[in-house]
């Protein structure tokens, strides 16, 4: 046996071991009708511990390649053998393969753990169902006759929601001479981050995110073989002069910015600093992607303004949903840009899913239309300042001066840094057991000791029962 493993590689060594004994197994190295070699003896020939070869023998057997019997050893699986020797894939080599990376393992946990036991959810980025106005929409599935197509529609989204959805903006984000054709449907603000990144961008190039951010936690970026630098936050948002040191030092193509009750900080970016970010944007041709999921979440009871309606020179390619203030299964989202823009990435939907569904546009049109609307707003709003209201209180109340953080001004999200240093997945295990989930901070900016609490997903009772269980969990973990 003449391999050995490859210890500065960076796939496992039990990986390296499978994929070498599944290559034998296809090349005759190891016949069919003959026991493999014992655990034992595969760890003494590569000097490697008997754990591993234990590991590599479970991955082959999981695929289907090799049979385990106490008394006869390790066998191949005589099943992959007919008289052509047909043989199962290697599924694992597959999914390793995919040029879209997977989720981090701890946001993989987190949507797991979410699915299968009944926690308190502080996690999640939704409203509850509560918050969704049922009624309306049920209303408007009911009573109302479907008068759109069942085929087909327009690659860009129907022209009656694009119609709708123009005066909206103009309306309620402030925005000046929106035309149906700059305008594109898309299944959420996600899929129209992963169009704009897929369409515009090429690998090598490099973007400005925020740190934190939600774009943090996307790997789309690195997927897509994207370089991203980093903008620290503070009260204020981003400061523009780092914006400045960076186009200079790594020549950024684009900036994605959430600057209304930005997920996870809850901070906005101040007037001041959205008119230097602009002022840069024109100056170095930098286009800026807006995603703004919360401007009409303000507790003050004001409007904000956002990037879009300062932008003069068409440098903001706009993106928002009804996700985060109807409803996240109505699926709803669109961009705002220049036409030739919005046409590219018409062309990149219509190859993916060939449109949006009609019967959610036509829903999600007629309750935009309907007096529903800006009352549901204002219900929300409401509902949202009280659970606001609670998990402050709750944080203080329980946590003390153990943890900082700034109290959001709208949206759904609050970002606390913890005082003490922690072990950051002994907490949320420990959080886990004791029913209350939550998002780790590393997992959306680069520093430890943060995490994100939502507060939309919960009603008041339990965001104080789950901030209570979790500083019992922090409590244990610091001892």
Known sequence: MNWMPDRNAKKAIYKQLADYIEAGISDGTFPHDKPLPSERFLAKEYNINRSTVVSAYDELESNGLIQRKRGSGTTINKDIWGITKKRIPSWNRYIEAGSILPNLPVTQKIRKEVADHKLINLASGELSEDLFPLGSLRSIASNRSFVGSLGYDHPQGNVILRNTIAKHVIHERKLEGIDPSSILI????????????????????????????????????????????????????????????????????????NPAFQNPTGTSLSHSRRKAVLDISTKYGIPIVEDDPYSLTSFMGDKVNTLKSMDSHGNVLYISSLSKIVASGLRIGWIIGPKAVIERLTDAKQQIDFGHSSFTQWIANDFLESVDFP????????????????????????????????????????????????????????????????????????????????????????????????????????E
């Open 186 to 257: 898309t299944s959420g603000a996600q899929q129209a981050l992963h169009l704009v990144i897929q369409c515009l961008l090429k690998p090598g190039d490099a973007v400005a995110i925020e740190n934190p951010s939600y774009s943090y936690s996307l790997h789309i970026f690195k997927s897509a073989g994207i370089r991203t630098y980093y903008l620290p936050m503070d009260k204020e948002g981003i400061n523009p002069d780092d914006l400045v040191s960076l186009y200079k030092k790594h020549k950024i193509r684009m900036i994605f910015l």
């Open 375 to 478: 009352a549901h707003i204002k219900k929300l709003i409401m509902q949202l300042k009280k659970r606001r209201d609670q998990i402050v209180k709750s944080l203080r109340f329980f946590l003390g001066n153990q943890v900082d953080f700034h109290v959001p001004e709208g949206g759904i999200h609050i970002w606390c840094k913890l005082r003490k240093e922690i072990d950051e997945m002994k907490l949320l295990e420990e959080s886990i057991k004791r029913g209350i989930i939550y998002v780790p901070g590393t997992t959306m900016g680069s520093e430890k000791g943060y995490v994100r609490f939502t507060y939309a997903r919960e009603n008041e009772e339990n965001i104080h029962e789950g901030i209570k269980r979790f500083a019992e969990a922090l409590q244990v973990v610091q």
